[in-house]
């Protein structure tokens, strides 16, 4: 049989092959075509060919191979066409059948007073900084203590026990240092500086309902001309009538902190105050600290004090959840318990 009539073999039993296989088309691909191939073992027989045949030969062995080459990917679709249908009528969704609830999640209770705070404040034109680059929660020595006032040998680092990673290097004890890195970079000819920090904050405690070693902060700061402790009282006014009612107020008494001068402690009442109610009637509860900001500090961030005055507070939004939903234990909110979290739907408060 010469070569020609091969060809024409191969080309007709390749299309009953096609037509019949229900298997792997790669693998009758490779069987027909490949290197070792049935037509590429054929076609080596070129070379016995008289050179005047070679043209007729070749121009058949083309047509053989485009007759497979299109055979095989009408086949490959073909037989995809078929899977897929096939998969579709399996997948059929019924869409008489009654629908199922999913569990939505939803932001976790701090996450939800935090978002509370930044929106307030960024109501006021204060600026969010929670970056990592301009409020890490590996601080320097010198901007967590130092730059607040808090020299080496200073005893009120005594109130903050620190977990130091080198003698210089800690986890920070307060979001304070991001006042300092804000000052750095302000442009005062633009305006104030108002600005709040939200975050993580560290500390070596013993846990146990009211204290944690890891908690949450938010630093807020003013820096301007003529800043008075008047502007403080009304900021933390708005704040805590944003996150409890403007029903309640609060009241501000002496205190210390190294970082400001004066400084206060802040308390809000715990009931709702009337204009007929009597002083001795309001229930009052410790919140949060805050005060002028000392001179020193200015000073140290390259302010003139002379020129500009400050004030700065600290906002624990741990200690908001606790008050504003009545939880006894601070460890409830970091114990992933889904009963106690979803009690906190931000719909439904």
Do not use: C
């Amino acid at each position: 049989m010469s070569l020609i009539e091969d060809l024409k073999s191969l080309k007709e039993t390749a299309v009953k092959r096609i037509n019949a296989t229900e298997a792997d088309i790669e693998a009758l691909r490779v069987g027909l075509l490949g290197k070792k191939g049935e037509l590429t073992l054929l076609l080596k027989g070129m070379k016995d060919v008289a050179p005047e045949d070679r043209k007729t030969v070749g121009e058949i062995g083309n047509d053989v191979r485009q007759k497979i080459t299109t055979l095989l990917s009408e086949k490959k679709a073909a037989i995809e066409e078929q899977r897929l249908n096939e998969q579709l009528a399996s997948e059929t969704v019924d869409v008489t059948m009654p629908g199922s609830n999913h569990h939505v999640g939803q932001p976790h209770v701090l996450q939800q007073i935090i978002d509370e705070i930044e929106q307030h404040f960024l109501g006021l034109g204060f600026e969010v900084i929670d970056d990592i680059v301009d409020s890490p929660e590996v601080e320097t020595d010198e901007y967590n203590f130092e730059r607040e006032n808090l020299p080496k040998d200073h005893p009120a680092r005594d109130m903050q026990d620190t977990f130091y990673i080198t003698p210089e290097i800690l986890l920070r004890t307060q979001t304070s240092p991001v006042q300092s890195r804000s000052l750095e970079k302000h442009d005062f000819s633009k305006g104030p500086l108002k600005m709040i920090a939200p975050g993580k904050v560290y500390r070596r405690d013993t846990d146990d309902a009211t204290h944690s070693h890891q908690f949450h902060q938010v630093e807020g700061m003013v820096v301007g001309e003529n800043i008075t402790m008047a502007d403080l009282k009304g900021t933390l006014l708005s704040i805590m009538q944003e996150l409890f009612g403007e029903k309640h107020q609060i009241r501000m008494r002496p205190s210390y902190f190294p970082f400001t001068e004066p400084s206060v402690e802040v308390d809000v009442s715990w009931n709702e105050v009337t204009p007929d109610m009597k002083p001795e009637d309001i229930q009052w509860i410790e919140v949060l600290g805050a005060g002028m900001t000392h001179p020193n500090v200015l000073r140290m961030d390259g302010i003139d004090p002379e020129k500009y005055s400050a004030f700065a507070f600290g906002l624990g939004p741990d200690r908001f959840a606790m008050l504003k939903y009545g939880v006894d234990d601070i460890r409830q909110f970091y114990l992933n318990d889904v009963r106690f979290l979803s009690q906190f739907n931000r719909k439904g408060n």
